[in-house]
């Protein structure tokens, strides 16, 4: 018997049991993707992350991650890279402010400032598309305009129609948009004067639909309202339930998202020995 230490992580976020929950875990060398979906699957939280600690040649240390929803690997993460760095800071006592991780949608660099944890990502600013019927009928309001990068997103005209809209999530379940989803996204109201943005994030044919706070959305997002607000740098809000407060900076061809995490629990998995690496799943 084998055991993996995990971590559950509340993600931009100053208090448990808001922002986004992940489940992080530092292996020492990879496990086959099977055994990481299942336990991803098992943690039954909208994503877990999993890295691995890497030293070059040159002794130049980064770590290689992987990102599972219950269901998929995903392409990139926010949330749980934003978890992933809280536990190497806070946990393993990492003896730097500075955090090279590779992925499958390159290398990401984390840094630490103050109190906030920084992920430099890659900007994707969508291009307008038509609306597909479907996700009109399923999120059931017209969008002022449709965008589509990884994720289809809709614009509206205020931050009260983004509170209420109700989504059909059997309608939206007709569509498979892996590994994307639908942002409902508009200009924070007036009155609130600290939030420039606010958004919402549904995944058909996911067991979570509605993530509570989707950071790697924010890649598409970010430079969308810096243009509409000619501002590089602002504070968004996803107002799902659990709410999440994400500080964003444009950068041209990268964007800076930022926030704070809490740690809700620490424990340990314990994987029979038929189970433990059955081969070696490096990220190329």
Not at 42 to 51: D, G, V
Request: hydrophobic share 40%; with cysteine.
């Amino acid at each position: 018997m084998k055991t993996i230490k995990i971590y559950q992580v509340d993600a931009f976020t100053d208090e448990i049991f808001r922002g986004n929950p992940a489940a992080v875990c530092p292996l020492d060398k990879w496990l086959n993707n099977d055994l990481l979906q299942k336990i991803a699957a098992e943690n039954f939280l909208p994503e877990t992350a999993f890295f691995v600690r890497n030293v070059d040649s040159s002794n130049n240390e980064s770590y290689d991650i992987k990102w599972f929803t219950p269901e998929i690997e995903m392409d990139l993460c926010g949330h749980a890279t934003l978890a992933s760095a809280h536990v190497l800071f806070n946990h393993l006592h990492l003896n730097t402010n500075r955090i090279i991780f590779n992925s499958n949608s390159g290398k990401l660099i984390v840094e630490k400032q103050s109190h906030l944890i920084i992920l430099n990502f890659p900007s994707r600013m969508p291009i307008e598309v038509e609306l597909p019927e479907v996700i009109l009928n399923g999120i059931g309001r017209k969008p002022m305009k449709t965008l589509k990068s990884r994720d289809y997103i809709l614009i509206y005209e205020n931050e009260d129609m983004i509170r209420n809209i109700r989504p059909n999530e059997q309608i939206l379940n007709e569509i498979n948009l892996d590994p994307g989803g639908i942002i409902v996204t508009a200009k924070a109201n007036a009155n609130n004067d600290q939030i420039d943005f606010v958004s919402r994030f549904f995944t058909p044919q996911s067991s979570i639909f509605e993530d509570p706070v989707t950071g790697s959305a924010h890649c598409s997002l970010i430079p969308y309202w810096s243009e509409q607000l000619q501002k590089t740098t602002m504070i968004a809000l996803q107002i799902s339930k659990r709410i999440g407060k994400i500080f964003c900076e444009n950068l041209t061809d990268r964007v800076l998202i930022s926030g704070t995490c809490q740690t809700y629990l620490e424990g340990q998995i314990y994987i029979n020995d038929h189970d433990e690496y059955s081969f070696h799943d490096r990220i190329k």
